[in-house]
């Protein structure tokens, strides 16, 4: 199983990321798919989150309106758009999927948003 994600870097406050996440070893379309941060001293907290067939999805109330989670099941990848980007949004984002007892995770990749 494998969860590696890309797309981090360093964007200036308002500006814009789009983070993906390449999936390969499980049965991606069975599985819901998250996106969690973490932040230096802070818990892991979960950002978005989309069902395994992508017709629902929800977020955390910091980031409502400003991310968009999505997924590709042909592809096998969940993405994360993420715009009007602010200092608080700094963390290393992790990529997850999720299916009963199954929970697998990406090794993470960093964003920091700062002038």
């Known amino acids: 199983v494998q969860l590696v994600e890309s797309g981090g870097g360093l964007v200036q406050p308002g500006g814009s990321l789009r983070l993906s996440c390449a999936t390969s070893?499980?049965?991606?379309?069975?599985?819901?798919m998250s996106w969690y941060r973490q932040a230096p001293g802070k818990t892991r907290e979960l950002v978005a989150r989309i069902t395994s067939a992508g017709d629902s999805n929800n977020y955390a109330d910091s980031v409502k309106g400003r991310f968009t989670i999505s997924r590709d099941n042909a592809k096998n990848t969940v993405h994360l758009q993420m715009n009007s980007l602010k200092p608080e949004d700094t963390s290393v984002y992790y990529c997850?999927?999720?299916?009963?007892?199954?929970?697998?995770w990406g090794q993470g990749t960093q964003v920091t948003v700062s002038s």
């Open positions: 070893g499980f049965t991606f379309s069975s599985y819901h």
């Open positions: 997850n999927a999720r299916k009963m007892w199954s929970d697998y």
